[in-house]
């Protein structure tokens, strides 16, 4: 016998002989296989809600030592995971509670894991997602694949800011190093959905991390089994979607010097604003209890104070260490996207959402801008639970602004990079029009913009004569913002003259046009008119006699929006505040 020539003795006391199942450590083993004993999965279907970390924690170290039997283990738990972690406030939602249930569900329909058989050649499929990594180790027996063991693993913060290939080739790595007891010195086949991983791991010239991962793979002996999604069972959407041609593992490209610079931002309003707010504060049902516990100074309430109170109080709550009381007014400390800025926002009450939404949207100021942008100057000021979901259904649900904008059909064509270092020194120029004359006697207006900033001036001029067009450059541009090395130009003919040419001459500017029948080659102003003349198919009148009172208000809003190319406001890039 084997258990004789290893010199082991075994107590005929702790010995079950001639028995089809055994119940050992928890599981179930039989001649099926090894699956959870239903004793000890009784007492987690019968598990209360938790009402702590420490209950929480309880739960999952159960859950845990099943985690095999799981699929997609990491990903399920992820929620409750997330409210054990130390500087977490403890905040049973609607996602805990559907893990939670989800788990028990799961370990109450475990399936029966197969042995493995070192004769047989054993399969590994991999997966990531945005959350976690995944993989199953099976064999086959016959026309069937027998599961032999899961695995999963929730992604720390940084694995969560890994391109896709990466995150997979970290699945792919982890996965092995877990199974590597069965799959080392074996020949074994490794299953995927990402391509990618085909030629990655024959990169000629890796570097750092990818490098060592590769290195790491060496010792085993796989072959690459690419499968489709479709019919890969564990594939994620994202496991289908090419990497960002910026993504530093897929293609070379030169270093960058970041500089962070973080500053605080407070933004002054009216006291009568802030008198309106803080009484609509006060009479708010979901804002009120928190700015009382705020007024007394009170330590932060306990789950249970807050367990009976809507789903809006109870946000507010599990944000109690960004709130404050700021000149009367309740307020959240904010970091924007890029964690450079922190603004304090004035926390809005639900009878207040309309007015913010009208004035930062439909007002005079607002200028009619995207969701997007009209989202982060509301951020800016101002927080409500759901302001994205409120701004999508105010912009979705104004009908002039559907009404102008229609269906948009972009195309995409080879783009040429214009490396320009600093604000005026390098502006385009561009004249829209005819108009309907206006009460002032213009019919045109002048673009011109910055190609660093994107900051916009635009000039109603009654035409469109070079001379206009010359005089106003140099007594609105040149003499405010100084003379640029370049101007760039469509080959329109009031550009083209000798009056402008000679103006440049004179004034030491370079000036470049566009190609022949081509106007996209100045597509920064193009796009610039087409935002403008939509403003103004909002908001003018009907005879149209008052276009051109409108543009400086719609300036306004346009500089203080930031700039999807730039992360700025073009206010901000020009003159270092806002």
């Known amino acids: 016998m084997k258990i004789q020539s290893a010199n082991l003795k075994l107590s005929p006391k702790k010995c079950s002989l001639f028995k089809r199942q055994v119940s050992f450590l928890g599981y179930v083993v039989s001649e099926e296989g090894i699956r959870t004993d239903p004793e000890k999965i009784a007492t987690v279907k019968d598990w209360p809600v938790p009402k702590d970390k420490t209950q929480v924690r309880a739960f999952l170290g159960l859950c845990s030592y099943y985690r095999r039997f799981v699929k997609n283990f ?121 391509a990618a991983l085909k030629w990655l791991l024959q990169f000629k010239n890796p570097e750092g991390q990818v490098a060592r991962w590769i290195e790491l793979l060496q010792e085993y002996n796989f072959v690459i089994e690419y499968r489709s999604g479709k019919s890969h069972g564990n594939a994620d959407a994202l496991s289908r979607r090419p990497c960002p041609e910026d993504c530093k593992h897929c293609t070379r490209q030169e270093g960058k010097e970041v500089v962070s610079v973080r500053m605080l931002k407070t933004d002054q309003l009216s006291n009568e604003w802030k008198d309106t707010l803080q009484h609509s504060q006060q009479e708010d049902s979901d804002i009120k209890p928190i700015l009382e516990w705020m007024k007394a100074s009170a330590p932060n309430p306990k789950w249970s104070d807050v367990s009976a109170m809507s789903s809006t109080t109870k946000s507010y709550w599990a944000q109690w260490d960004s709130l404050l009381i700021q000149d009367r007014v309740l307020c959240r400390k904010w970091e924007n996207s890029r964690g450079d800025r922190c603004h304090l926002q004035m926390v809005v009450p639900k009878a207040k959402v309309p007015d913010v939404l009208q004035l930062y949207h439909s007002g005079c100021s607002g200028g009619h801008l995207g969701v997007k942008r009209t989202l982060l100057k509301i951020r800016e000021r101002f927080y409500w639970v759901h302001c994205r979901d409120d701004v999508e259904d105010w912009c979705r649900k104004f009908t002039s602004c559907a009404a102008v904008k229609g269906p948009q059909i972009r195309s995409r064509g080879a783009l040429k990079l214009y490396n320009v270092g600093s604000p005026w020194e390098r502006i385009a120029i561009d004249v829209a029009g005819p108009f309907p004359e206006s009460e002032s006697g213009n019919k045109y207006f002048m673009v011109v913009m910055d190609y660093f900033t994107k900051r916009p001036e635009v000039f109603a001029i009654p035409n469109q004569e070079a001379s206009t067009v010359a005089d106003t450059l140099v007594h609105e541009v040149f003499c405010r913002f100084g003379v640029p090395l370049e101007i760039h130009s469509d080959q329109g003919r009031n550009f083209e003259s000798q009056i402008f040419q000679e103006t440049c001459r004179v004034m030491g500017t370079h000036k470049t046009r566009t190609t022949s029948y081509h106007p996209q080659s100045d597509g920064m102003v193009e796009r610039f008119n087409q935002t403008l003349e939509r403003y103004h198919a909002k908001v003018v009148e009907k005879r149209q006699r008052d276009w051109d009172r409108h543009i400086q208000p719609f300036l306004l809003s346009y500089r203080s929006a930031v700039h999807e190319s730039t992360s700025v406001t073009p206010a901000f890039a020009n003159f270092g505040r806002e």
């Open 74 to 194: 990491a990903d399920i738990a992820k929620p409750l995971h997330r409210l054990t972690e130390e500087k977490r406030h403890f905040c049973w939602d609607e996602s805990c509670n559907i893990a939670f249930q989800e788990l028990k569900n799961r370990l109450c329909k475990t399936p029966i894991l197969g042995y493995p058989d070192t004769g047989k050649e054993f399969i590994v499929e991999t997966d990531a997602s945005d959350i976690g990594l995944g993989s199953v180790l099976s064999q086959r027996n016959g026309d069937q694949e027998i599961v032999i063991a899961y695995f999963s693993k929730s992604l720390s913060k940084p694995e969560r800011n890994y391109c896709v290939t990466r995150r997979e080739l970290l699945a792919v790595v982890k996965s092995l190093q877990h199974f590597s007891k069965y799959l080392l010195g074996r020949k074994f086949h490794l299953r995927t959905d990402h």
